[in-house]
């Protein structure tokens, strides 16, 4: 019997309800399966605790959550708490922490109706950012002089470092060899003549040892457009921090929108947990509301599920999140449906429940 440990910090707004849904097929998973189980502790981190302690997170927080196998995350941030507090002093503080340097964005059209492009189908929109989640544009470094005067000025700084720099890139032409895809490296020389010259330099210096790997590279402007007229362009993407939290936005938008799109925070050298959460926010004006669309934080629980080495329940998750996207009654009023964030968590796990009775899942 396997058992991981997983942290849950369902967070604000939409995020604990999304998070639930997500947990009930963690569970389903545990009854299908008798060779997994789960342990679950749960963090009531977020504005609300904001609120009440002054923090967003306990003082050892981070010694807290060493100990888990994964970290799952709903959302965080919520109107009466500046978003820079909410975002810096938990989500980032933990990506930064436990050094999850690699943010794995897919970019999947699950159910061709969903794609609000013209004539576009599944094959021409199926690829994977992988964007720097580490330094770059959101390193944090800067300076506030003069405030409220004049003469004010302020400074924010990207870091660029080559550790951090190379190893995003290595990381990225790794998956482009390891699945036979192409590598597009994303950036701004043009403009930004410090920091993204020296990406592209590192981009084409670390290519010289994938040889095998075809690359192109794109201006992020050109990049955007592309994104919308022609995804087909792309197969593994890596950008830095800023663009690639930019960019994975429209991927989300030519994919079905926020409901859809997910997002792991991986520490490839498994030092420290990684960190797994739906894209989108806390989405205050649907919150409260039971109609936010779990299906991108059940795609989270895939996955986890993956990085957990339990790659089949992870492709189950997957086959089973296009099965319901078919069913457009069982789906929450975002795409089009009229059912409920738990009516959908419901339907899914009894879909979950019929194809692994029906087909099993492999267990190698
Ligand atoms: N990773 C995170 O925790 C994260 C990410 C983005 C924004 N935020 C925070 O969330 C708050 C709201 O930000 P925002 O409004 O810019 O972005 P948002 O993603 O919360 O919402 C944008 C729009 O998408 C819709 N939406 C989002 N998720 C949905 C879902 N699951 N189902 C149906 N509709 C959904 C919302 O209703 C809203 O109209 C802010 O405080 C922001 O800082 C947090």
């Known amino acids: 019997m396997k058992t991981f440990k997983i942290a849950l910090i369902p967070g604000d707004g939409i995020g604990p309800e999304v998070v639930a849904e997500g947990v009930k097929v963690l569970r389903t998973i545990e009854q299908l399966d008798p060779s997994i189980s789960f342990s679950f502790t749960e963090f009531p981190w977020g504005c609300e605790y904001y609120l009440k302690h002054g923090k967003m997170m306990a003082d050892d927080g981070i010694e807290q959550l060493k100990e888990f196998d994964a970290i799952y995350l709903g959302a965080v941030g919520y109107p009466g708490v500046p978003d820079h507090i909410s975002l810096w002093d938990l989500l980032l503080r933990i990506r930064k922490e436990f050094d999850q340097y690699v943010n794995i964005r897919p970019i999947t059209l699950l159910n061709p109706e969903l794609t609000p492009l013209k004539g576009k189908t599944a094959k021409e929109i199926d690829f994977l950012v992988i964007r720097e989640n580490s330094e770059g544009e959101y390193a944090g470094a800067g300076d506030w002089l003069f405030k409220g005067k004049p003469e004010e000025v302020v400074l924010q700084t990207g870091v660029f470092s080559r550790k951090g720099t190379e190893r995003i890139i290595r990381y990225a032409y790794e998956e482009a060899r390891n699945s036979k895809r192409t590598l597009t490296s994303i950036s701004k020389a043009n403009a930004l003549n410090y920091s993204m010259v020296f990406w592209d330099e590192v981009f084409n210096e670390v290519g010289k040892e994938y040889p095998d790997v075809k690359t192109y590279s794109y201006l992020v402007d050109a990049a955007s457009l592309y994104f919308v007229t022609e995804p087909e362009r792309f197969e593994v ?9 930019i960019l994975t936005d429209i991927g ?113």
């Open 237 to 245: 993407v890596v950008t830095s921090n800023l663009f690639g939290d």
């Open 252 to 364: 989300a938008a030519i994919t079905g929108g926020m409901g859809l799109a997910t997002g792991a925070n991986v520490n490839p050298e498994r030092k420290f947990p990684s960190m797994f959460e739906p894209v989108h926010g806390s989405a205050p004006d649907i919150s409260g509301k039971g109609i936010a669309n779990p299906i991108a934080a059940i795609w989270s629980v895939s996955q986890v599920m993956d990085f957990f080495g339990e790659e089949q329940w992870g492709e189950a998750i997957l086959s089973t999140i296009k099965e319901i996207l078919t069913e457009q009654p069982s789906l929450t009023s975002d795409l089009g449906g009229n059912s409920s964030t738990s009516q959908v968590g419901d339907r899914f796990v009894d879909l979950l429940s019929a194809k692994v009775s029906e087909v099993g899942v492999s267990q190698e």
